[in-house]
């Protein structure tokens, strides 16, 4: 449920959705959601100040509560690996 | 889900035209309905200009409502939404089972929404005017607290003569608080501090002629 938001919210977001990629890791706490988008489209997903991240981070939250489970969302920075 | 919009103009192109400047949308995206054409009448007498009616076509898959659906069923969230035109922006009424969650803290999280689906929209392009959402009349009762908020304070800095610093409050918030007491003769705001942790600060301000009799409280 968590990765099919991350998974909507960024390829909607991106000017390359087939690039877009949500990495699901069960952790014991909280689930982990790693999301890798392409390079040139990072600033979209982070948006100014970082705000659009925030964002994204807020609406996971919010969708936690309601789940009862927690989930955080890293950005990973492609070609970094 | 039908979205319209009902103009006048002089002629039914110039009428179309404001509509779909208001709506902000191209002409291929929407339906037009003459709904009177313009009569001259005589030296003006009896003159009735265009009226149409502009209808957003359904097959638009990126509407607002549209996509803050796709949204809330991810975030496993029943929610109806309604949708209305306010002097050409988009206002869009939530009504759920959860309306604290969509709300969050000071409204966070109605604005976390907002923006993402902002950006959205402005990716897609279909609707190039900025999207409001609200749930359960949060905003308005913001608004209305904030303006109380305002007043109040105003009158302590009046009476006291001396600086009052407010909580820490999002900008559309400290937005609020500088507009209702901008007409405010007696008082000046700005704002101190960084990120979220910026401030209104409410000071005295000098009158010039000394009528400041006149500055009845917003």
Known sequence: MFKDLIEYIATSLVDQPDQVKVHEVAGEKATILELSVAEEDLGKIIGKHGRTLKSIRNILYAAGIQANKRAVLELIESGKD | MQQYIEMEGETTEEALNLALEELGVDRDLVNVKVLREPTKGILKLGAKPAQVRVTLKEDISATPEAVLDEIFSRMGIEARIESQIIDGSIHLAIRSDRPGLLIGRHGQTLDAIEHVLNC??????LVKRKVYIDAEGYRERREQMLVDLASITAKKVRDTEEEVVLDPMPPRDRRVVHLALQPDKSVHTYSR???????????PREVPNGDSEENAAV
């Open chain 2, 120 to 125: 959205i929209l402005s990716k897609s392009s």
């Open chain 2, 193 to 203: 501090g960084e990120g979220l942790m910026r401030y209104i600060v409410v000071t």
